[in-house]
Each structure stands twice: as structure tokens, then as C-alpha cells.
């Protein structure tokens, strides 16, 4: 009984733990002529943590996304249709002390490491041009990697070594009839 108990708690904390974790979700998605546009959303981002790296001035912060449309076969493993991949990158650069984000598309420049952070965690639409006849056997599989380095330990506690964090979340869409 004891050990059973014991399984149990470690169970709960298990679960607790995941529940605190970097995490995607998907609230919004349209329908377009040769697409949809995904609104793609971060749960429980490691802000403060990643602040405090970008105000070291020393390294880079990478958020990548990665959306891969897959098919659903009976039997078989799912076959990858199309891989779309979106990145922010935010570092300091020193020529004009100020914080630069780079995307796929622009460029943009904040005077401030919190305002740069607050800008990699908002909420963004993704165009995804998924052309082909979508059905319910087709889902969307959107992976975030959120990688940074800093001199704090997990405790936000300073070292002399420099730690290298990554950070993975996951979120499916699956399509319907409609």
C-alpha cells in the first residue's frame, strides 16, 4: 500500500510539472482560398528568463516554428505532405546599442531587452499555403524550440559556467469535414 502511494504522489507531481510548462496553443484558425492562417500562441514563456540572458548582450535567443502538414494512412506511418518554417532571432547589437529582431521577413530594432522579449512572445498569424484538399484524415503538427544562453541557473541564480537552455512545445490542429 505504501508503495502504491508513493507511485501515486509521484504521479501528481509529474502532472503538476507538465502543467507549468512551455507550451503552444492554436486558438484561431481561418480558412482562406489557398490556405488558412493560423493564430499561434505561447503558454507559460520563460520571460523573465529570457530577458535576462538578452540583457547579458553576449548571446542570441532563437525561437524557430516548425508547422508540417501530415496525412493519416491505416496501418502506416503518417506521411509529411509540407514543412513550413518560421524563426525569430533577437540579439544585441552593439553598433547601434540597441536590441535587433530578425524574422523571416523584417527586421526590427527595440531599445530594450523587455520590449524585444515581449515582441518574441505575442501572439502572431501564420499564413500556411496548404493548397491540397485538406480532410479529416490531415492534421498539423506545430513545434516551437526556444533556445538562449545566460550565466543564471535554473534557480535565476548567477554561475561563472554559461548555461545553454532549450526549450520544445508542441500543438496539433486537426482538420475536419468542413
Known sequence: MRKISFLCIFFLLFLASKLNAFNLYIPYVQKEEQGFIFLVGYKNFPLQEVILSL??????????????????????????????????????????????????????????????????????SYYFPFSELLNERHFVLFKATLTYKTHLSPKLRYTSKQNTYTKNAEAIYKFSKD
Open 55 to 124: 540583457k547579458e548582450q553576449k548571446e542570441e535567443v532563437l525561437l524557430i516554428l516548425e508547422a508540417n502538414l501530415y496525412e493519416r494512412r491505416f496501418l502506416l506511418p503518417d506521411l509529411s505532405v509540407k514543412k513550413l518554417v518560421y524563426f525569430k532571432k533577437v540579439y544585441f547589437n552593439p553598433e547601434d546599442n540597441a536590441y535587433r529582431v530578425d524574422t523571416e521577413k523584417t527586421t526590427l530594432t527595440f531599445n530594450s531587452a523587455e520590449d524585444a522579449a515581449l515582441f518574441l512572445v505575442r501572439s502572431e
